[in-house]
């Protein structure tokens, strides 16, 4: 097999063992919070997207305005998010994470990654500065190809 397939076989099975790891400790979140995916998203949207409106947060999750407002009024209810007029349109409403909301995320993302602190642990330091070192070529090579 050739370089190129290798590394590409060893970056595969790295992926499928990080989504497994990382999205079974988020799923464990997710039912600690009573909160579906959905309501996680449009939080995660607010975290990393800055101010929204429902139909934009709609559309970025692949959802009707119905089933995105639903969700919006859940996690304004819970005091995970707010609503403010929107200054250019005072007909619009404009979504923004609450401190709690913003804390909730925060906990969650660690909770994804908790596992990785153990498995840096079980590497010797030479192992780690490898390790880092390869990482940071394949996330500057990731950055510069096209979605």
Same mark, same amino acid.
């Given at each position: 097999m050739s370089p190129t397939k290798v590394l590409t076989e %060893?970056?595969?099975?790295?992926s499928e063992i990080f989504m497994h790891r990382s999205g *079974?400790?988020? =799923? /464990?979140?997710?039912?600690?919070?009573?909160?579906?995916?959905?309501?996680?998203s449009v939080l995660m949207r607010l975290k990393h997207g800055g101010n929204s409106g429902v139909s934009e947060i709609?559309?970025?999750?692949?959802?009707t305005n119905a089933a995105a407002s639903?969700?919006?009024?859940?996690? %304004?209810?819970?005091?995970?998010?707010?609503?403010?007029?929107?200054?250019?349109? *005072?007909?619009? =409403? /404009?979504?923004?994470?609450?401190?709690?909301?913003?804390?909730?995320?925060?906990?969650?993302?660690?909770?994804?990654?908790?596992?990785?602190e153990g498995l840096t642990d079980a590497l010797t330091l030479e192992q780690q500065n490898m390790i880092i070192s390869a990482l940071t070529l394949l996330t500057e090579a990731a950055r510069k190809t096209k979605e």
């Open positions: %060893v970056i595969r099975e790295w *079974r400790d988020f =799923k /464990r979140f997710m039912d600690e919070t009573s909160l579906s995916f959905s309501q996680l709609g559309d970025q999750l692949g959802v639903q969700a919006v009024d859940r996690l %304004v209810h819970l005091g995970l998010i707010e609503r403010t007029e929107d200054p250019e349109d *005072r007909r619009a =409403k /404009r979504l923004a994470l609450t401190q709690k909301g913003n804390t909730l995320i925060e906990k969650g993302v660690e909770a994804r990654s908790k596992w990785i």
